[in-house]
């Protein structure tokens, strides 16, 4: 683990079977412990857990970022830019649905980045990301 805090998140899915496909499979990452009810995974040094939860709740809503509506909660790493392509090439040869095509953001600006969201099997809506210039992540 990174001298850096680590993020834990749970998440509600609806079948677990369908998010080992998808986190372990699709998305590759590594699982760790597991029950018959919830399932984490190593998200790139970061616990995200897989929760069964009969029926997840609604989403809260959507704001709007440059011309797009953006799904609200989200969550999602920040990636190389080789990582961000990489990974979107594995969500088309899955047949992931994009709710938003990857895509540059913010073109030629200090916080140009490469951005896409799509949504787990449960629904849950991940925003993957690459910076061009990883230090300007929190730049105002």
């Not at 799904?71 to 649905?97: Q, S």
């Not at 030629?108 to 849950?124: H, I, K, L, V």
Request: with cysteine; proline share 9%; aromatic share 10%.
């Amino acid at each position: 683990m990174s001298s850096r805090p680590a993020v834990h998140l749970a998440i509600p899915v609806d079948d677990l079977g369908a998010a080992r496909t998808f986190y372990g499979d699709v998305l590759n990452l590594p699982e760790g412990r597991s029950t018959d009810h919830w399932v984490d995974w190593d998200l790139h040094g970061h616990q995200l857990v897989t929760h069964l939860v009969p029926t997840a709740p609604a989403p809260a809503g959507v704001s709007t970022v440059e011309q797009h509506t953006v799904p609200i909660p989200h969550f999602g790493l920040l990636l190389t830019e080789e990582r961000f392509h990489t990974t979107a090439d594995r969500l088309r040869t899955a047949g992931v649905h994009f709710d938003i095509e990857p895509h540059c953001r913010f073109p030629g600006q200090p916080a140009e980045q490469w951005t896409m969201f799509f949504r787990d099997p449960a629904g849950n809506a991940l925003e993957f990301k690459a910076f061009r210039d990883e230090s300007m992540v929190f730049a105002r």
